[in-house]
C-alpha cells in the first residue's frame, strides 16, 4: 500500500483545513487507516483512525469535537477534517495503514507498516 498525503498549510487559530490521503495498491478491505502527528520537539501521536470496512471511527481526546476523519471508497482516500485549529496543533502529520488492526490498538504507531510522507500544518495565534 503506497499513501500520499496532502492538504496542510498555514491556517490561523480557529480555522480549518483539511488533510488528504490517498492509497494505492491492494485493497484496503481489512485495514485500518489513521492520522498521527508529530510536533517539534515531541513524539508522534495519535490523532484519529478509521476502519476501511464499516467506518468506525476513534480519536484522541485532544481532538474530539474538533476533528473529523472520514473516508472516500471509491478513490481510496482518507480525510481529516480539522476545525477551531489551535496552535498545539501544528504538526507534520502523517497518515498510515496497517492490516488486521484491532480496535484497541490503533493509536499505537509502532503497529502500522504503511505511512505516507507527511504534510506540515502551522496554526499561527
Known amino acids: 500500500v503506497q499513501l500520499q498525503a496532502s492538504g496542510g498549510g498555514l491556517v490561523q487559530a480557529g480555522g480549518s483545513l483539511r488533510l488528504s490521503c490517498a492509497a494505492s495498491g491492494q485493497t484496503l478491505s481489512n485495514y485500518r487507516m489513521a492520522w498521527f502527528r508529530q510536533a517539534p520537539g515531541k513524539e508522534r501521536a495519535f490523532v484519529a483512525a478509521?476502519?476501511?470496512?464499516?467506518?468506525?471511527?476513534s480519536y484522541a481526546d485532544s481532538v474530539k469535537g474538533r476533528f473529523t476523519i472520514s473516508k472516500e471508497s471509491a478513490k481510496k482516500t482518507m480525510y481529516l477534517q480539522m476545525n477551531s485549529l489551535k496552535p498545539e496543533d501544528t504538526a507534520v502529520y502523517y497518515c498510515?495503514?496497517?492490516?488486521?488492526?484491532?480496535?484497541?490498538?490503533?493509536?499505537?504507531?509502532?503497529?502500522?507498516?504503511?505511512w505516507g510522507q507527511g504534510t506540515l500544518v502551522t496554526v499561527s495565534s
Open positions: 498510515a495503514a496497517q492490516s488486521g488492526l484491532i480496535a484497541s490498538m490503533v493509536s499505537r504507531d509502532d503497529l502500522y507498516t504503511y
Open positions: 478509521i476502519r476501511w470496512s464499516g467506518g468506525s471511527t
